[in-house]
């Protein structure tokens, strides 16, 4: 018997509600900061709108003292995440809220990762904070224009926002670059985008016939002379499916570009969106629908390959993990598909159990050989949509791990008590304590254990896979990864 995993720890009394009404134990600030700019897209949530979002991010940013750890979360968060609309608004508030610090130029210059990034940070200062512009956020937003091309400055240019890029430029005067000189003198040639060329193409025809026909061609430029974003590329497979079938090949060879991918910041759960959007297409009239059907074959096998490229980082841990997805009522939607798709992941990697839990808690298995994205969309159909009952993982769970990874919005309150005790128990069955991941997919602030006693994690790109290995090994480790970050 090992008396050590028996012996009873003194159990943490919890020190809030969170929002079902269930208690819980409250994330310190610096985590919470963290784990709302690595899930919120400032959209309306289960149990949060975004204007509450919004205004807590705003609260922590003035809460933390350490302004620096602030700046280094919204880096990670923009250029590590690909999370936009938080980092903008972090970006303002700091502007606002820290005056002659040394890093604050250099850190607006890096959080300006793509043209309309400047845009949002001086849309959202001006709206919530009005003039003047502090100088730190001007010349880093200088500093960050000048260093875009002729291109990219086109495709953001904006004519018709409340602040276009003409005007940025005129507002935070940048260093001089030849391209921004021809965006002021009105000398900047247009940017061919995809949408440009494929409303062109719809405006020159003069047929429904001369319209698909166009539209064919503008595809084929677009992908074939790869002047196609990766992730337009992903939003528009059921468009060129359909409008195009005979560039699937060449746009198969976009999607699964390993070097494409890293370079996109695509979240994976976009994947999983694309291949909803692909199984609904349909095949074009008096098209061949054997052909069609292979070339949708074709596209959702890349869409397996481009996933699995995109998640290469997942950690295989030693001994035996059990992975418990909450598919409750407040987890429907883009949770549920971020949590299937990450517990599709870790499952095959590890040869690990999974469950499921709601209101109850079961053990399921699939065959470990399918595509990481059919697992996913396996999972999502068996959820429950009830009640959220964290006991329920450990009153069913039989056998001892060495770790649990639970994938949930945290927002447990059937019980009413946080799982401690059952947790307790489920110890003294199997004579095992297991380390405890909690992956948060919501931000709410809150736990149902006690942060010094559980692996916390937030997130929802790539990179977060690769942090999952990290906390083996050291509880802080995704706080400790934005405090390695240099201002």
């Not at 990034?117 to 003039?131: N, P, Q, T, W």
């Not at 291949?275 to 890349?302: H, M, N, T, W, Y």
């Not at 429950?384 to 639970?406: K, L, M, P």
Request: glycine content about 4%; aromatic content about 8%.
């Amino acid at each position: 018997m090992k008396f050590n995993a028996l012996f009873k720890r003194k159990i943490r009394t919890p020190d809030t509600l969170n929002l079902a009404g269930g208690q819980a134990h409250a994330a310190s600030e610096k985590l919470e900061l963290v784990t709302i700019l690595l899930t919120s897209f400032l959209e309306h949530q289960f149990y949060r709108k975004a204007d509450q979002t919004a205004k807590r991010l705003v609260e922590l940013v003035a809460k933390i003292p350490d302004k620096a750890f602030v700046a280094k979360a919204a880096l990670y968060a923009r250029r590590e995440a690909g999370m936009r609309s938080v980092s903008h608004l972090v970006a303002g508030e700091l502007a606002r809220q820290v005056k002659g610090a040394e890093w604050t130029k250099r850190f607006f210059d890096r959080v300006v990762f793509r043209v309309d990034d400047a845009l949002e940070i001086l849309a959202y200062y001006y709206a919530v904070h009005g003039k003047p512009l502090p100088n730190a956020l001007k010349k880093g937003l200088g500093a960050a224009l000048a260093r875009f091309d002729a291109h990219q400055l086109a495709k953001y240019r904006r004519e018709g926002a409340a602040i276009k890029l003409v005007d940025a430029v005129n507002l935070v005067h940048p260093p001089h670059s030849e391209a921004l000189a021809k965006l002021v003198r009105g000398t900047l040639a247009p940017a061919e985008t995809w949408e440009t060329k494929l409303t062109q193409a719809g405006q020159e025809a003069e047929s429904d016939e001369d319209k698909a026909s166009r539209k064919a061609e503008a595809w084929a430029m677009l992908i074939r002379e790869r002047k196609i974003g990766y992730f337009a590329l992903l939003r528009n497979l059921r468009n060129v499916l359909e409008q195009a079938p005979e560039l699937i090949g060449d746009a198969v060879a976009l999607l699964t570009d390993e070097r494409l991918i890293r370079r996109s910041l695509v979240m994976p759960f976009r994947f999983r969106t694309a291949l909803d959007s692909v199984e609904a297409a349909k095949a074009p009239e008096k098209s061949d629908a054997g052909a069609f059907s292979d070339c949708r074959q074709e596209v959702i096998r890349a869409l397996s390959v481009a996933v699995d490229r995109s998640l290469a980082n997942v950690p295989r841990f030693e001994g035996r993990t059990l992975v418990a997805v909450d598919t409750s009522g407040s987890m429907m939607g883009k949770p549920l598909k971020i949590a299937s798709l990450f517990a599709a992941t870790i499952y095959k990697a590890n040869r690990a159990d999974l469950m499921l839990f709601s209101e109850d808690a079961r053990v399921v298995t699939f065959n470990r050989d399918d595509a990481t994205l059919s697992i996913a969309q396996r999972i999502e159909e068996k959820a429950e949509c009830a009640g959220t009952n964290f006991h329920a993982i450990f009153q069913r769970a039989e056998a001892a791990y060495d770790r649990v990874i639970i994938l949930s919005d945290m927002q447990a309150w059937m019980g009413h008590h946080t799982p401690a005790r059952s947790f307790e128990r489920f110890v003294a069955k199997t004579g095992q304590r297991p380390r405890v991941f909690t992956f948060d997919l919501a931000g709410y602030g809150s736990l149902q254990f006690p942060e010094p006693e559980v692996y916390a994690l937030a997130g929802f790109s790539d990179k977060t896979m690769e942090t999952l290995g990290f906390l083996e090994r050291d509880k802080a480790a995704l706080i400790r990864e934005i405090e390695r970050i240099e201002l």
